[in-house]
């Protein structure tokens, strides 16, 4: 078998929507899973590539923009 129709084979596999994405709806299933392997892999290569994985260290002070009380 070769790698694009492995890869094909994965993403006929994932076209069939889970419960969810059925009452969501899917315009194309077949290029939401393509989609949806693509970030998968990509996670699987580089732990830290999928969102919310790196740990912000921030304090109070750098998020928030200080008011000055009134006069």
Known sequence: MSH???DQDRIESRAHLLPEEVAAGSDDAQAQADAILAESDLREEDQNAAPD?????????????PVEPPD
């Open 53 to 65: 994985t790196v740990l912000e260290h921030r304090t109070s002070a750098e998020t928030v923009t």
């Open 4 to 6: 694009h129709q492995s």
